[in-house]
């Protein structure tokens, strides 16, 4: 496992890509996060989620845009190692059963993968996001599960909600958030 760490991290270093490092500290969540929100395992990751919008005071500012600018954006997260995503540009964000995504991620072709990894470093897992059409590609995410509902900036995180934490190699600050809800 910590080979497979360190050759990730090394990669993705010399290729400038970005690494979440358990930045909890260096977010604007941190106090309120400290006790409402853990290290996600493996099991809590896996299944289906609902992106939910942050607002631009909790987000980063450290990119100039949007990454991932659709409004409207489901991910599953398979057992099987396959991450899938679908979007829509504008809102409204309709809710999307489990059986409806399942339906529409069944026909989309597994490009992306997903595994969680425990970092050696930070003694945490961390989620890792490889792409098969694009040489070189990865991500590494700090998955934190909400366990105590909380606020903050006017946003309701519920237990359950999974907080993912996405960070720049170099600077070692966070570069993006996403907030995902469960769907069932």
Request: hydrophobic letters at 40%.
């Given at each position: 496992m910590k080979r497979l760490w360190r050759r990730m991290c090394l990669a993705m270093h010399g290729r400038s890509v970005i690494l979440a490092l358990g930045a909890l500290a260096l977010s604007s969540h941190a106090s309120a996060q400290s006790e409402a929100a853990?290290?996600?395992?493996?099991?809590?990751?896996?299944?289906?989620?609902?992106?939910?919008?942050?607002?631009?005071?909790?987000?980063?500012k450290i990119l100039p845009a949007n990454p991932w600018p659709a409004q409207c954006q489901w991910f599953s997260y398979g057992s099987n190692g396959q991450m899938k995503s679908i979007d829509k540009l504008r809102g409204p964000c309709e809710p999307a059963s489990r059986a409806e995504l399942d339906k529409v991620f069944r026909v989309i072709p597994a490009v992306i993968s997903w595994q969680y990894d425990l970092s050696p470093v930070y003694h945490k897992g961390a989620l890792l996001i490889k792409r098969s059409d694009v040489k070189g590609y990865g991500e590494i995410w700090d998955p934190q599960i909400v366990v105590k509902p909380f606020t903050n900036g006017g946003v309701e995180f519920q237990a359950g909600d999974l907080l993912l934490y996405l960070a720049d190699l170099q600077s070692h600050k966070i570069v993006w958030i996403r907030h995902l809800r469960k769907v069932n």
């Open positions: 853990r290290n996600a395992s493996a099991a809590e990751i896996e299944g289906y989620w609902q992106l939910l919008p942050l607002p631009e005071q909790l987000e980063p």
